[in-house]
Structure formats: structure tokens, C-alpha cells
DNA sequence: TCATAATATGGGAACGCTCCCACATGAATC
DNA sequence: GATTCATGTGGGAGCGTTCCCATATTATGA
């Protein structure tokens, strides 16, 4: 294998322990000492093994993070991704490395994973299942959660303020004088849809308007292909009454009901109004852009490392959740210009 | 901290050799040692310490990631992004634990954090620079390189059959009648966007067509901002002869330059067709839905594990160079149903 | 000049595991 | 009955660090 401390010792005439001061730099060091050390070390190119360093100081300086997954995309989620994006950036800086994995339901599997590696802190990202939190709160590694919910409630959780994200769109929809709104709601047990959609509706009904029952198009998974197919297996239905507005409750399904619409020869949004929420990097992309509510993707990911940090260094953290004010973004889905 | 293998043999009645055999069954153990210590264990919620048995074993069973990133996206990327998702599903299922880092033009930090943390191996995605393949090669860590090149030629590498792909689009729009096409060509230092860009070229000569070198539209970069920025700067000049085509060395600059064409009002593909390459998953979600060129995304990233795999495990691996047939996707934004 | 502090260095234990070796038992072979 | 072999167990070294402690040297101040 490669050198050890040991080589370095020899070579530069001194004691390991020495080299281990003049590496971390604690302790006396001379000058001269330092010195001889340090061209040691260049020369062999020695690298401390982190390993053995973790043994003995009980740190890795590993993250874990581990993203619940339905099926398959993870890392390249539009989403979660950038959210990854956030905590690759800002551990960099902190000198922590991440692990990423990624959990299907009720696997207690990444968790043993993480564990038995010891990192010395877990960022959970959505909705794992409460098995798995359980599970992990039973060690002591400090960890937290984005994005999701736990019974808990000494956990610290980072989340969008969704209920005002949906408020947001409904005053915007409502006020372009949108009274027949369709709604595609994305699976209910997910925190963030449900409130969205609820809160959405409330919202609506506020404002003296109302979102009929037949309207609402419920979809399990909320991705692009279950969006175009909210619109296409209601179509008969959806056809008949057109509405002059659809909100999903997330920007896939939008852009997926927005392309079968497009198919059809309406026109967004002279002859209908759509508009998502997320503002992925996609939304704007689309023609027409999507009309969404921006989510503080890269806000929540380094604010969890910041906290997680904390939490690993002992040091007080005090506001238990955090949510983050969402912003509507007006593009041409729903306001042509 | 947690409990060691001592507490274990303790609460077991027996050694903690007999401990360790137990747990990775080599070596005789008696059924009834087994049952103490499995119940042991069970009781306490034991788990192995992962960074102890590296230390003793010499292998951490973590595997690194480098991906290149010239500026922000990253995980979330529609195409490394997509790679990395292959290699974290693949990764799990050989008991691998994967680090994920990225690397900013020149840095050898984060090689160093993977060095210093004794990964298995490493997977080096897109073009890292040559001074840190370098660099990385001077320690003996088994590693690939996936969608990048390095003169060494031990190196295993793999890639698109990016020529081939090209020449599929060339072939493409030219039998649809093109005749006039603008190719948005991204940055020619990265090997992908140069082979598509210039095999695209030769097999239009070829076929007996001709590209205009004031057609070309070269991008340093190539997001999706570039592709729009692409046109709208040479806006005059094209729509004064406005070819029938558009090809674009990647599907972002494609969607960017499509939206341009979109707002303008031209109708695509009557007026003019558009095709670009990677088959993202966005190129799907665009209306109308983009051609392209599929590249095996998953494949590359799960081979990448499967071939670092053998290397870490000293077989033999033959091919030194993997790339795989890329596969022309038309859709509408080249030929209308 | 002698105590005291500051600076500098080396030795050795410890972190939690694996694996080698020594040893003990009982069955099988000669 | 002695020798071999399969089975089972425990002790101890070692992986490469950090960190504590002992010791040595030089500087500081009465």
C-alpha cells in the first residue's frame, strides 16, 4: 500500500509523532522539523489515511445522504437533484465528504449502510417511511430531514412553505379571472401535494370561487407521463367542460398535462391557463414557460448541511423547522405578454 | 459510542474471535455460539464498525465519483445526472458505499478527499483535466473514465460512439430534404460535442450536401441559455436565409434554440426542423417532442461499476475501451405525424 | 543561580476490527 | 493405542493514526 507516517518519520529523521504535529498543526513543531516533514511528504506524496484517522478521532468527516426513491430517478431528479446539487457545494466547503444513497420503501438496508460506516451525520431527503426514521433515531448520529415529515418533533425539518405556494397560485389564477380550474393532484400521502392542493382550494373557495369534485384528477405518482395521462383518460370528461385553467401540483405533471393540451390545438394560454409548482429548471424551458412557484432547492440543501454541521459539532440549533417562503413566477403559461 | 464486537462477545460468553466469525462466516463456529451471538447482537442493535474493518481489511468497500463540472448543475444534470443514477443503483447491489464529489476546472482537492478516504476505486465522469487524471493515476486506486478521454491508453474508457451518432442525424435530415442546415456546435475541447459536430458535417458532404461554414454557430458552452443566446445573437442573419433545419451537438442547446424558433412563431417542423443528441429525458417533454439521438446513459454508468469492480477484485478486464451504438429517436420536431 | 515556563520531541496506548496461531476436543484412520 | 484430521475456541498482533505523558532543551525572571 501507500506510505504511512511512519515512512515519513524515517525519512525526515524525526518521530511519527511529530509528523502527525506538523500535519495537523497542533502542538510544538520547530521550524527546521516542519521543514523536513513537509519535503518528505511531498516527495513520497504521502496521504493521510483517512481511515485510521476516523479510527482514532471517532470522526470521518462523511455525510450521509439518503433519498427516498419510488422508482427510479434519484439523482437526476429535477427536484431532489438540485437539492444533492446544494449539499455537494456547500459539505465541499465544510471538508465533509457525502455518501449518497438511495432508499426504497421501507428498506432498512442504506440506513445499515450509513450506519455501519459510521458517518457522522444523515441528511433524509423526502418521504422516507417512518420505519426508517425510526430506525436510524434509535443511533445517536445526528441527522435531519428535508423535505418530509416525521412524528418527531425534535427533529429538525427543512420544508417549502406549500401552503402559501398554494395560495399563491390561486390568487394569481383567480384574480386572470380563471373560474372553472382543473386540478391534478399528485399523490396525497406526499406532504407537499396535499398541502399544496388543499391549500390551493381553500384559497379558491376564499376568493368565492369553488373547485368542483369532478375537476380534481388525483394521480399516485407525479411524474410527467402521469400528468399527460391525467389529462388524456379524463379527456371525454375534460373536453366537454373545458375549463379555462389547470394547476398540478407540481411542474412534471403540469408540463405533462401542458403537452397533451398542446396536442390538441389549444392554445396556452389564450384558450387555457396551466401553471405547476416547483419551478424546476424545466419549467422555463417549456413553450410556452410554466407559470410555477419557486421552491428554495439550493437554499434547503446548504441550510441542512449548515444545521447538520451544527448538529455533528454539539452546537445548539435551535429552530426546530424551517420552511421557506415560496415566490409565484408569472411566465407565459398563464400571462401571455 | 456504539457497542464494539466486545460488548458482543461478552454478553455472548464467548471470544470475540468467535464473534467475528460468526459475523463473516468464516472459519467453525458451533450452532450454539452462533445463537448467543446473533442474539447479542440482535439485543444490542450491534453494528460491525465499518471504518475498523477497513483499517484491518484494506478495503473501505466505497467507491468514488469525480464528475467534472465547468459550473453549477451537477447531480441534477440530465445526463451525468442520469449516469450517476446507474452507478448508485448498481453500486448498491455489489455492497459498494459511493462518494460523490465534483470537480471544478483544475482542482485536485477532490481527489485528494477521495485519495485521503481510501476509496476502492474511482469512476471519473466527463472531461476531467489530464492533470488530474495524472494525478490520480500516480496512486495505485483502480479507476475508469465514462464520456471523457486521457491520452493513457491503459485507461479504461468509456463512451458514446459519438461519429456514429452524428452521421445518424446527418443522415437524417438530409433524406427528410434538408438541404440548408445551421448546426449549433457546443464547446469542441469536449470530445462528444466535437465528434458529433464534425461527423455530422463529413457525412452531409458526403451524401453530397454541404454545410456553410457561416451556419455554423459554435458555443462555448451548452445549456440550454446557450442554444437560445446561439440564435437570438445571430438572429438577423439567420432569418435572412433561413435554413430548413437545426442541429445541435447536445438536446440543451437544441430546446434553447427551439423555444427561440417558437416565439418567433415558426412552426416546427414545417418550417424548420429542429434534432439535437442525448436523448435527455426532457427531449421527450418538449412540444413538440425533440429528435435525437439516444445514448445509454444507464448502461454507462452500470458498466462503469461492473468494470471497476473487476478491477478492484484484480480480474482480469479485456476490453479497454467500451462504446456503445447509439440509436437515432425521431419524433416530431423533425418529421410531423 | 535556581525555579518556572515555554518550546520541542519521542514512546506508547488506544480506536475496533480481522486473521494468524496455538491449543483443545472428539472422530476417523491405520 | 497412536496418529491424523475435522471442528471449535481464545489470545494477541497489527492496520495507521491521534493524543497523552514523560522527558529534554532553551528562554525568562526573580
Redesign the interface.
Known sequence: ??YTIIDIALRAGVSKSTVSRVISGNGYTSKEAQKKVLQAIEEL?Y??????R??VS?R?N?IGVIIYRQH???????FY??I??AI??KT?SLGY??????DKEMSLK?A???????VDGLILISRLSQEVIGYID???VPYLIVNGTTEKDDVIQIVNNDQKGGRLVAEHLYELGHRRITVIAGPQEHRSHKLRFTSFCERINELGGEILKTDIYYSPTST?DDGYKALTSHWNQFSQQTPTAVFATNDMLA??A??VL??KGFRIPDDIAVAGFDNI??SR???P?LTTVDVEKMRMGEDAVILLDRLIKNEHVSPISIDYEPKLVIRKSTKGS
Open positions: 500500500m501507500g506524496q496521504k493521510p489515511n483517512g481511515v485510521a476516523a479510527m471517532q470521518t462523511n427510479h430517478p434519484i439523482a437526476s431528479h429535477p437533484g438540485k444533492l446539487d455537494l457545494l465541499e465528504s457525502v455518501f449518497v444513497t438511495t442504506s445499515d449502510f450509513m450506519l455501519e460506516k459510521r434509535n443511533f445517536k410527467f408540463l405533462g401542458m403537452q398542446l396536442e429548471d424545466y424551458m417549456s413553450y414557460p
